[in-house]
């Protein structure tokens, strides 16, 4: 039988609001610890980007020559295979097997200046793309599928660019991408040296499916639907 003179113990206010304040702090720090990951992968990213635009030059002005699309790799280096001299990695005219070759060498022929260490075996079966091989694995960020996080180093046409570029598949939000170009750039998808575009038409990421000129910017979907060109 229940004692009607035993006093019942319960939290006080003080003792709720102390409760709630560290399960406050608890929250905040999950999302502050995510939010310094999500960071740490966008720099991770950026920086190898970087290491790219570097190399690439210090490439052309000791060999004269793309990587990639060099005429006379083979007599610098065994194993690999030259390009066609037109001065556009990965873009001929008419379309060969130099257009998906060229992307493969390019990484190749970098890898054997030692100038870039990622890809280093260049043309496998049928000039496919295997990521890490012949065609480096974004560091850090995670595209749509394990397909899309690469990075090609290509003759980029989309947007406009019409130069030697890096060029991304759907790896990013509008919203991450947006804030790239901002921080980076000019923030306008469609100028600058960098360029955003999103060739799905799935009105997820930038409206205009590459075509030239900005376009506008499509938040809210969470979609991971932007493709980035970097300009070198």
Same mark, same amino acid.
């Given at each position: 039988?229940?004692?009607?003179?035993?006093?019942?113990?319960?939290?006080?206010? +003080? $003792?709720?609001?102390? =409760?709630? !304040?560290?399960?406050?702090?608890?929250?905040?720090?999950? #999302?502050? /610890?995510?939010?310094?990951?999500?960071?740490?992968?966008?720099?991770?990213?950026?920086?190898? +980007? $970087?290491?790219?635009? =570097?190399? !690439?030059?210090?490439?052309?002005?000791?060999?004269?020559? #793309?990587? /990639?699309?060099?005429?006379?790799?083979?007599?610098?280096?065994?194993?690999?295979?030259?390009?066609?001299?037109?001065?556009?990695?990965?873009?001929?005219?008419?379309?060969?097997?130099?257009?998906?070759?060229?992307?493969?060498?390019?990484?190749?022929?970098?890898?054997?200046?030692?100038?870039?260490?990622?890809?280093?075996?260049?043309?496998?079966?049928?000039?496919?793309?295997?990521?890490?091989?012949?065609?480096?694995?974004?560091?850090?960020?995670?595209?749509?599928?394990?397909?899309?996080?690469?990075?090609?180093?290509?003759?980029?046409?989309?947007?406009?660019?019409?130069?030697?570029?890096?060029?991304?598949?759907?790896?990013?939000?509008?919203?991450?991408?947006?804030?790239?170009?901002?921080?980076?750039?000019?923030?306008?998808?469609?100028?600058?040296?960098?360029?955003?575009?999103?060739?799905?038409?799935?009105?997820?990421?930038?409206?205009?499916?590459?075509?030239?000129?900005?376009?506008?910017?499509?938040?809210?979907?969470?979609?991971?639907?932007?493709?980035?060109?970097?300009?070198?």
């Amino acid at each position: 039988m229940r004692n009607p003179n035993k006093k019942i113990s319960g939290f006080t206010l +003080i $003792e709720m609001s102390i =409760v709630l !304040v560290v399960i406050g702090l608890i929250i905040g720090g999950v #999302l502050s /610890g995510r939010a310094l990951i999500d960071t740490a992968r966008k720099q991770a990213f950026l920086a190898q +980007i $970087e290491g790219y635009r =570097v190399a !690439v030059p210090a490439f052309e002005m000791k060999y004269d020559a #793309l990587p /990639g699309d060099m005429t006379n790799a083979t007599s610098y280096w065994s194993g690999t295979v030259d390009g066609d001299g037109d001065l556009k990695i990965g873009r001929s005219t008419p379309l060969t097997v130099f257009y998906r070759r060229e992307k493969l060498l390019a990484w190749q022929h970098l890898a054997l200046a030692e100038m870039v260490f990622d890809a280093p075996e260049g043309v496998i079966s049928g000039n496919s793309v295997y990521v890490g091989r012949n065609t480096p694995e974004i560091k850090g960020i995670k595209g749509y599928d394990p397909a899309n996080s690469i990075i090609e180093l290509v003759y980029a046409s989309r947007k406009a660019m019409n130069r030697t570029s890096l060029e991304t598949r759907h790896i990013m939000t509008s919203e991450d991408a947006w804030a790239i170009d901002k921080k980076l750039d000019d923030g306008a998808n469609g100028s600058g040296n960098i360029r955003v575009y999103d060739d799905w038409g799935s009105n997820t990421c930038t409206t205009g499916n590459g075509n030239p000129g900005n376009a506008t910017w499509l938040f809210g979907s969470g979609r991971k639907s932007c493709r980035l060109i970097f300009g070198i």
